[in-house]
């Protein structure tokens, strides 16, 4: 099973700052990562797939990149609605697709 | 637009068993698959399997083998997911999201949730 590693566990931003969100893969996946934001009380809501083609909908100022073991999602300038916890997700090697523990984006 | 509507929530005892229904609008369900995901409170999201709305095929969590059972009805359009043999931590809200119809990939779309508490 392919453990997926998210850093840093809380990130603390300011509005209209840049916000790098990390995630590692333990082995490849290609290009078959996805991102996804949860706000409280809500499902995840899907922002990246392909590593770094937006779905449906999604700001230009979310923006994945990476392949193989390493990926990033960037946020270029926050804004109070991007307040959540982000999630990655391989669907590469499956079964299980694996999900990574989340990274909580906070108001600093 | 795409629509994916599931049950309320659920209160069981351990040991008994729930069945998760999750109806599918505004696309042709055939054309898709649905994945399970369920997140305990407080706690990340975990993946539990996959079906194909366009053959029944399934792949399911290794850790859920055995107490999993994942069908569609596409005469109703609607992704059913059965957990038996309910423990305290089988407690989390439980969602259904479209898939890919060949196998599992980024989703889309989610249900809203399902909330499944476990207590005696």
């Known amino acids: 099973e392919i453990v997926m590693t998210q850093s840093p566990a809380t990130l603390s931003v300011s509005p209209g700052e840049r916000a790098t969100l990390s995630c590692r893969a333990s082995?490849?996946?290609?290009?078959?990562l996805a991102w996804y934001q949860q706000k409280p009380g809500q499902a995840p809501r899907l922002l990246i797939y392909?590593?770094?083609t937006r779905a449906t909908g999604i700001p230009a100022r979310f923006s994945g990149s990476g392949s193989g073991t390493e990926f990033t999602l960037t946020i270029s300038s926050l804004q109070s609605e991007d307040f959540a916890v982000y999630y990655c997700?391989?669907?590469?090697?499956?079964?299980?697709?694996?999900f990574g523990q989340g990274t909580k984006v906070e108001i600093k | 637009q795409v629509q994916l509507v599931q049950s309320g929530a659920e209160v069981k005892k351990p040991g008994a068993s729930v069945k998760v229904s999750c109806k599918a609008s505004g696309y042709t369900f055939t054309s898709y698959g649905i994945s399970w995901v369920r997140q305990a409170p407080g706690q990340g999201l975990e993946w539990m399997g996959w079906i194909s709305a366009y053959n029944g095929n399934t792949n399911y969590a290794q850790k859920l083998q055995g107490r999993v059972t994942m069908t569609t009805d596409t005469s109703t359009s609607t992704a059913y997911m059965e957990l038996r043999s309910l423990r305290s931590d089988d407690t989390a809200v439980y969602y259904c999201?479209?898939?890919?119809?060949?196998?599992?990939?980024?989703?889309?779309?989610w249900g809203q949730g399902t909330l499944v508490t476990v207590s005696s």
């Open positions: 392909g590593a770094s």
């Open positions: 997700q391989q669907y590469n090697n499956w079964p299980p697709d694996t």
């Open positions: 082995q490849s996946v290609s290009s078959n």
């Open positions: 999201a479209r898939d890919d119809r060949e196998s599992s990939s980024w989703l889309d779309y």
